[in-house]
Nanobody, 124 residues
Framework: QVQLVESGGGSVQAGGSLRLSCAASGGTFRSNTMAWFRQAPGKEREFVAAISLSGATINPAHSMKGRFTISRDNAKNTIYLQMNSLLPEDTAVYYC?????????????????WGQGTQVTVSS
């Protein structure tokens, strides 16, 4: 059983930056593809970015491209999401997810393990 714990969320002004972390424990982390999703109030969960064990990535969605970067440190069993130039529309709960697939993907229903989420609030 893989357990995921996110951290690093908070409140920032538009244009600011945050770095989210997701620490994994249990299971076989090194065999997992990891991803970030987000969910704003009243909206469906949205794919942000994914990264495979080898470091292959699925780029962030268009609205986040160039501003968000996913990375991972296998030695620390941790993935990160660096978020720059934040916008009010980036306000959401950000979730970390893990899948046994060796290939990064954004299919929310295929991710077996989820963290509890961390709130990101961007004010204008």
């Amino acid at each position: 059983q893989v357990q995921l714990v996110e951290s690093g969320g908070g409140s920032v002004q538009a244009g600011g930056s945050l770095r989210l972390s997701c620490a994994a424990s249990g299971g076989t982390f090194r065999s997992n593809t990891m991803a970030w999703f987000r969910q704003a109030p009243g909206k469906e969960r949205e794919f942000v970015a994914a990264i495979s064990l080898s470091g292959a990535t699925i780029n962030p969605a268009h609205s986040m491209k160039g501003r968000f970067t996913i990375s991972r440190d296998n030695a620390k069993n941790t993935i990160y999401l660096q978020m720059n130039s934040l916008l009010p529309e980036d306000t959401a709960v950000y979730y970390c997810a893990a899948d046994t697939s060796p290939f990064p993907h954004g299919i929310v229903g295929n991710y077996r393990y989820w963290g509890q989420g961390t709130q990101v609030t961007v004010s204008s």
